[in-house]
């Protein structure tokens, strides 16, 4: 059972990027799931949260240009990051939680290999 992240890159600031994490061992339809960052030298921190209904959560600071979403058939989460920001730049998770969804990172139980966004000036 893992979680497989991809998707991210280099691009400029106010570009778009959009990354995914691929599931694979079982289906993941009815846990929550969730994608964190991480910065060089700063605490992990919650971007987005989806439940298995669909019910939404956001960052304050990234509320309004990133979307979290997830495609059941495919068995795969996406995090569609518009007007990217340098402060964006990160190493980006997803995770999945037995709980509805969660915004909490103990929460999380499973986690993905993490992948970089670099936002240039």
Do not use: H
């Not at 987005?48 to 939404?56: I, P, R």
Request: aromatic share 10%; glycine share 10%; proline share 2%.
């Amino acid at each position: 059972v893992q979680l497989q992240a991809s998707g991210g890159g280099l691009v400029q600031a106010g570009g778009s990027l959009r990354l995914s994490c691929a599931a694979s061992g079982r289906t993941f339809r009815r846990n929550g799931m969730g994608w964190f960052r991480q910065a060089p030298g700063k605490e992990r921190e919650f971007v987005a949260g989806l439940s298995w209904n669909e019910d939404t959560s956001y960052a304050d600071s990234v509320k309004g240009r990133f979307t979290i979403s997830r495609d059941n058939a495919k068995n795969t989460v996406y995090l569609q990051m518009n007007s990217l920001k340098t402060e964006d730049t990160a190493v980006y998770f997803c995770a999945a939680t037995p709980n509805y969804s969660s915004s909490t990172k103990s929460d999380y139980i499973l986690w993905g290999q993490g992948t970089l966004v670099t936002v240039s000036s």
